[in-house]
């Protein structure tokens, strides 16, 4: 079983940088693509951050020049550094990955989420 789990949200300033993580745990599995999305209240979900298994990452627009992606294929984990947050950065981040089974069954898996608010 596929298990995603996201760490590093909190309460930040205005102008402020943070750094998230998230780990996927589990066996007999393989991961692709591996993304950051993010949902306000009232907002629908939107991309964060997307790096596919070959390292080329995708930003979105609202988000890009101030983020920036990394992850560990080995350790099977994605990381997220985002600087200058404002207000409008204040949302739950979730963690998504495109993983494939031993059957190469095809799954998108999600985490809990995490909350990143930012305020004086």
């Known amino acids: 079983q596929v298990q995603l789990v996201e760490s590093g949200g909190g309460l930040v300033q205005p102008g402020g940088s943070l750094r998230l993580s998230c780990a996927v745990s589990g066996s007999g599995f393989r991961v692709g693509a591996m993304g950051w999305y993010r949902q306000a209240p009232g907002k629908e979900r939107e991309l964060v951050a997307l790096?596919?298994?070959?390292?080329?990452?995708a930003y979105g627009d609202s988000v890009k020049g101030r983020v920036s992606a990394s992850r560990d294929n080995a350790k099977n984990t994605l990381d997220l550094e985002m600087n200058t947050l404002n207000d409008e950065d204040t949302a739950v981040y979730y963690c998504?990955?495109?993983?494939?089974?031993?059957?190469?069954?095809?799954?998108?898996?999600w985490g809990p989420g995490t909350q990143v608010t930012v305020s004086s």
């Open positions: 790096i596919r298994s070959d390292g080329s990452a």
């Open positions: 998504n990955a495109r993983v494939m089974d031993r059957t190469s069954k095809v799954s998108f898996e």
